[in-house]
């Protein structure tokens, strides 16, 4: 069966896939930051002809119901159909993700079927004091307590030495490693006194040979 938008493109539907389903195997994109679970109602179309087995509508309105509006994730073609798509529902703005259209980002990824898996983590640790009987050094006490933690291969650059003994200090032997993950060996990029496990950001760039995507 067909669906054609108000685009004039027509793509293929199924009564067992879900109208958001069958846009996004044809590279249609619609906002679904509940993961299709029809709760955030960001997947909004609109039906101008045909006939839907729509499962939920609870986050329309009763204007958008009487304007033929119904969720994507949860409307399943019946037969040939016709829809539109309202301008506040694509994913993609001129090719690009439209983040800011989600609160949630993670929600978003994940409802894209995006799987996350970091290359660098943070990780809290907290040292020992040192004591009469405890006085190794500070890296030794670092070292220790990572390979406590079972992160034993993790390379500690020469620039961090410097500074480590201050940083260790300054909030009672509290630190945040940020780690990033290898196949030989794991490496500290950055230590931080304190509790500073949320806060990290990052920033990736696909430098293809046509496209820069960030
Ligand atoms: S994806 Fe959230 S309501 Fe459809």
Known sequence: MKISLSS???????PDNSILESLKNEGVFLTSSCGSKGTCG???IVIRSGEINARSAIKLTHEELKKNYALAC?????????????????????????????????ALLHSAGVKIEPLTERIVLHLPTPSLN?????????????VSKGLGCLRVPFRFLTGLAEKVRKNKWEITLSVIYSEDCNEITNIFPGDKKS??????????TT???V
């Not at 019946?78 to 798509?85: A, C, K, P, V």
């Open 199 to 208: 806060k990290q950001y990052g920033i990736a760039i696909d430098i293809g």
């Open 74 to 106: 949860q409307s399943f073609p019946l037969g040939d159909i016709s829809i539109e798509i309202p301008k506040e529902s694509p994913l993609t703005l001129e090719g690009r993700i439209a983040t800011g259209r989600s609160k949630d980002l993670q």
């Open 134 to 146: 405890d006085n190794i050094s500070d890296l030794e006490r670092l070292k220790r307590e990572l």
């Open 211 to 213: 496209t820069l995507v």
């Open 8 to 14: 004039g493109k027509i793509i293929t539907g199924s």
């Open 42 to 44: 960001k997947c909004k």
